[in-house]
């Protein structure tokens, strides 16, 4: 059985806006998923100080909001 983790319905074409909402499986699936994601952050910086996490993530802002101004 597949689940839907997300629902819509709308027209475009009848001349009002689609929309698209998060089921109650979708919220689930992403609580899941932000859980997963922080525990294998966590597993990637354990090897790092909080002095140095808080450097590497200064860094990659930096990094990231370069890129985005396309600037290298």
């Known amino acids: 059985m597949t689940e839907s983790f997300l629902w819509g319905a709308g027209d475009l074409g009848a001349g009002w806006d689609a929309y698209t909402s998060i089921t109650a ?3 689930t699936l992403l609580r899941r ?9 966590e597993a990637l910086l354990a090897p ?3 002095a140095e ?3 590497l993530g200064a860094l990659l802002t930096r990094l990231i909001a370069e890129e985005a ?3 290298r």
């Open 25 to 27: 499986a979708g919220r």
């Open 33 to 41: 998923l932000e859980e997963l994601g922080d525990q294998a952050n």
């Open 48 to 50: 790092l100080t909080p």
């Open 53 to 55: 996490r808080e450097q």
């Open 69 to 71: 101004e396309g600037v």
